[in-house]
């Protein structure tokens, strides 16, 4: 159907044979303490994921990512861990978890975990024990060394949050690695009690029905075990920030960051259809080797490469989506996102006026789309900042305008007090008063943000050329990046104008428009031989009376 005249670019053809429950489906990624209140404390918590499971499964995501929601002293906002096998009482119990667990599952929605596997927090048993001293038999379980001769740190490796990447500890009288707060200490991963300890608590949570994590830093698990000076950035040039001054080739991204990435994936290999995917924050290039040799390390890495576009524009989008479908391993699945909890939101980013292109971009490539929790509603960053709250995200101490609390904001639910998101005053500000911005107002609204995400859900969920299809760019006119996805049980076509000018792609067989993002109500079903699109717009077609 539909073939453009000139076929051009990337292309990756093959489709999966039996598509595993994550290549199908489209992963949310939910800030727990911002999702749902249940218990009227002002944070949200696990019995509200649980009750919202029917909206998730109204929504019609197939996964849910989890940011941390264990024990956590909060110097990083769970990313500090003070124990891997419970729950923050702020968030609940562990038959509060089992719970929301079974209410996700019998809606036939999966929950993906955040494991931490690089640091916990100071206040872990195991660090407590560790800066005791070289006697007691964890000690070995963080990364001490022993001044340089004129009283420095053992070496120059920064942390990712700012300053050095460690910590002079009295005792032990030595320094701890810390490659992010100081209240984060690095685990040794050349122990092997570390990796046995790390594995256990993937089964503690595999064997109560988690099905997979997505691993914080997984590339940070090699370091050098020399622990040589990284080298200086030859492109680092004043007006860069300083933290870009040294490569990071010798703290992290050593090559025993695959094995360890192996060791994590052997147990998730124990159980059956679990999935792993990795945050590595890496170039392209060397992002997807997390596939593995042999795919047996993440079934997906985190792509943050339309996170970290320079322009918005179809050359730039059409160039990174090409190129990256070029680096990807044979077999290996791609994963695409637009945000998460460390990244401004995709309205805030873009613009209103882009935001609904973006999801139909993220939703459409081949690949699973990693969603993050508000987006659907088109939330924006909230303006509040550093100074007006008693809460410090860590990289915001030094740079306010890395400032992450801004995008992990309350879900709105409805325009009642609080967004509907807690009777008491919630733990962070709401990222905006507008009532438009509840699921309240949008739910059965035709034209809002919300309405629009879940006709496109919907159709990514019928038609298999959307979810699994293969993938190829198709030529197109200036601001318009086209492509095709072909599947055994239909083709469609995505035309996205992401110029703010009106523009024409002609089709040379009879289509019809199964969305725009002109509103859900603008597809009319006729069969054309050309698309206009208008200003960011962006439309899927199909064969007529197909898929
Ligand atoms: C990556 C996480 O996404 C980020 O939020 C966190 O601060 C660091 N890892 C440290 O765990």
């Not at 929605?109 to 494991?115: F, G, H, K, P, S």
């Not at 070496?155 to 300053?163: A, D, I, L, R, V």
């Not at 070029?326 to 998460?340: H, I, Q, V």
């Not at 915001?396 to 005053?425: C, K, N, V, Y």
Request: with cysteine; proline share 11%.
């Amino acid at each position: 159907m539909c073939d453009t005249p000139e076929v051009e670019g990337a292309e990756s053809s093959w489709v999966p044979e039996w598509p595993a429950w994550w290549q199908r489906g489209v992963v949310y990624q939910i800030y727990p303490r911002s999702f749902f209140d249940a218990s009227g404390d002002g944070i949200g918590d696990l019995a509200g994921i649980g009750e919202k499971a029917d909206y998730l499964a109204w929504l019609g995501i197939d996964a849910v990512w989890l940011s941390p929601i264990y024990p956590t002293p909060d110097v990083d906002l769970g990313y500090d861990i003070a124990d891997y096998l419970d729950v923050d009482p702020r968030f609940g119990t562990l038959e509060e978890f089992d719970a929301m667990l079974a209410a996700l599952h019998e809606r036939d929605i999966r929950a993906i975990l955040d494991l931490v596997p690089n640091h916990t927090s100071d206040q872990h048993p195991w660090f407590i024990e560790s800066r005791s001293g070289p006697g007691s038999p964890r000690h070995d379980w963080y990364v001490w060394r022993e001044s340089r001769p004129d009283g420095s740190p053992p070496n120059n490796w920064e942390s990712h949050f700012g300053g050095s990447a460690w910590t002079y500890a009295q005792p032990p009288g030595r320094w701890y690695l810390h490659s992010f707060a100081p209240g984060q200490p690095d685990l040794n991963w050349e122990n092997p009690e570390v990796r046995e300890a790390l594995q256990d608590v993937m089964r503690f949570w595999l064997d109560r029905g988690v099905d997979g994590f997505r691993v914080d830093v997984l590339w940070l698990l090699g370091k050098d075990p020399g622990f040589a000076d990284n080298p200086p950035n030859p492109d680092w040039h004043e007006g860069l920030p300083p933290r870009f001054r040294l490569l990071r080739t010798n703290s992290e991204g050593w090559p025993t960051s695959h094995e360890r990435a192996r060791l994590l994936r052997s147990v998730i290999d124990e159980y059956p259809e679990r999935l792993m995917i990795g945050e590595v924050v890496l170039p392209p290039d060397r992002a997807v080797t997390y596939h593995g040799e042999h795919l047996d390390e993440a079934h997906m890495p985190h792509n943050f490469v339309l996170t970290e576009l320079q322009e918005w524009s179809a050359d730039a989008i059409r160039s990174a989506v090409e190129a990256y479908e070029r680096l990807l391993p044979p077999g290996a699945w791609p994963n695409w996102l637009l945000g998460d909890h460390d990244f401004p939101r995709i309205a805030s980013r873009l613009g209103p006026e882009r935001m609904r292109l973006a999801h139909m971009l993220l939703l459409t490539l081949r690949g699973t789309p990693t969603w993050y929790y508000g987006d659907e509603l088109g939330l924006p960053d909230a303006s509040f900042r550093p100074g007006l709250l008693t809460l410090v995200d860590p990289p915001a101490a030094a740079t306010p305008e890395r400032d992450r609390l801004i995008i992990r904001t309350p879900m709105q639910w409805s325009p009642g007090p609080h967004a509907g998101f807690s009777e008491a005053e919630p733990w962070l500000p709401l990222a905006s008063d507008d009532p438009t911005f509840t699921v309240e107002r949008q739910r059965d609204d035709p034209d809002s943000t919300l309405t629009f995400v879940r006709f496109l859900l919907d159709l990514r969920g019928q038609t298999p050329a959307l979810s699994v299809g293969t993938f190829r760019s198709l030529s197109a006119p200036p601001d318009v990046f086209s492509f095709q996805r072909d599947h055994p049980d239909g083709t469609v076509q995505v035309h996205l104008n992401f110029g703010d000018e009106p523009r024409e792609v002609v089709v040379s067989q009879a289509s019809r428009i199964l969305l725009s993002t002109a509103g859900p109500t603008a597809p009319n079903g006729q069969e054309m031989d050309r698309v206009a699109l208008g200003p960011y717009e962006g439309v899927i077609i199909g064969e007529p009376g197909r898929p």
